[in-house]
């Protein structure tokens, strides 16, 4: 009997041996790991720092240029030629405006800087605006585009124009891009109310606090189910077209 206590207790003593170096090299390998995942916080902090202050850099000059491609669009002695090339000219620039702040909106959402600013603005003429730019680039690719909006939604919504706009246009941009022919739809409507059971029978009235749905449907190719989660990744582009088709894989993200 007083064997088996000693052997067992000797047992007992290897495991909390064992145990304590497991938690020693577990501590150890934490402390690695914080030290790893601050060097790697750092390094990227100083990536969307530099990027951001590029994009600054960048910007400065490319407005300039673009200013000045204003004046000389006002310069009634250009003959057809030259003013081609101005537009030329001005077309690439706002092109490369736009690459250069999809670049530091980018870094603005690594670094945690992305605000939102918030207002009430005319809704009607923001949609407006938005199908007008893209019924033009569905008519240089010959399909065909139709929004249905519905005529209940409000004047007047609070968010952010600016961020909307972008997203929107980025979408609809995209469903036209890959579209070689067919269609895009832009579809805007209330999000289905949830009706409290006490108001049954009661027509809801429209408010700033019900969310509006955006959907647009094109003919396009689609993307695979397993491709999907890999969207919102910047810089990167899923499908074939990817090969064959000009971006940065920003404008989702």
């Given at each position: 009997?007083?064997?088996?206590?000693?052997?067992?207790?000797?047992?007992?003593?290897?495991?909390?041996?064992?145990?304590?170096?497991?938690?020693?090299?577990?501590?150890?390998?934490?402390?690695?790991?914080?030290?790893?995942?601050?060097?790697?916080?750092?390094?990227?902090?100083?990536?969307?720092?530099?990027?951001?202050?590029?994009?600054?850099?960048?910007?400065?000059?490319?407005?300039?240029?673009?200013?000045?491609?204003?004046?000389?669009?006002?310069?009634?002695?250009?003959?057809?030629?030259?003013?081609?090339?101005?537009?030329?000219?001005?077309?690439?620039?706002?092109?490369?405006?736009?690459?250069?702040?999809?670049?530091?909106?980018?870094?603005?959402?690594?670094?945690?800087?992305?605000?939102?600013?918030?207002?009430?603005?005319?809704?009607?003429?923001?949609?407006?605006?938005?199908?007008?730019?893209?019924?033009?680039?569905?008519?240089?690719?010959?399909?065909?585009?139709?929004?249905?909006?519905?005529?209940?939604?409000?004047?007047?919504?609070?968010?952010?124009?600016?961020?909307?706009?972008?997203?929107?246009v980025n979408l609809l941009g995209n469903a036209v891009k890959f579209t070689e022919q067919g269609?895009?739809?832009?579809?805007?409507?209330?999000?289905?109310?949830?009706?409290?059971?006490?108001?049954?029978?009661?027509?809801?009235?429209?408010?700033?606090?019900?969310k509006i749905r955006f959907e647009i449907e094109d003919s396009g190719p689609g993307i695979k189910t397993d491709e999907l989660e890999t969207i919102?990744?910047?810089?990167?582009?899923?499908?074939?077209?990817?090969?064959?088709?000009?971006?940065?894989?920003?404008?989702?993200?």
């Open positions: 009997m007083g064997e088996d206590y000693e052997q067992l207790l000797k047992e007992h003593n290897k495991l909390l041996k064992r145990i304590d170096l497991l938690v020693r090299l577990g501590d150890r390998q934490q402390g690695q790991l914080r030290k790893l995942k601050d060097a790697a916080e750092t390094a990227n902090l100083a990536k969307s720092e530099f990027i951001a202050s590029m994009s600054h850099e960048l910007r400065t000059p490319l407005n300039g240029i673009l200013g000045f491609t204003q004046i000389l669009k006002r310069d009634k002695s250009l003959n057809p030629q030259q003013r081609d090339a101005v537009n030329t000219i001005e077309q690439s620039g706002r092109h490369l405006l736009i690459l250069i702040n999809d670049v530091l909106d980018m870094s603005k959402i690594e670094a945690g800087k992305m605000e939102l600013h918030l207002h009430d603005f005319h809704f009607s003429n923001f949609l407006k605006s938005i199908i007008d730019i893209i019924q033009i680039q569905a008519k240089h690719k010959n399909i065909e585009f139709q929004s249905e909006i519905n005529v209940s939604l409000p004047t007047a919504v609070n968010g952010d124009e600016t961020r909307l706009r972008q997203l929107l269609f895009v739809n832009f579809r805007v409507s209330y999000c289905e109310h949830t009706s409290n059971p006490s108001q049954e029978g009661i027509e809801h009235a429209p408010s700033f606090e019900d919102f990744e910047p810089f990167k582009q899923v499908g074939a077209q990817r090969y064959m088709t000009e971006g940065t894989g920003l404008g989702l993200p």
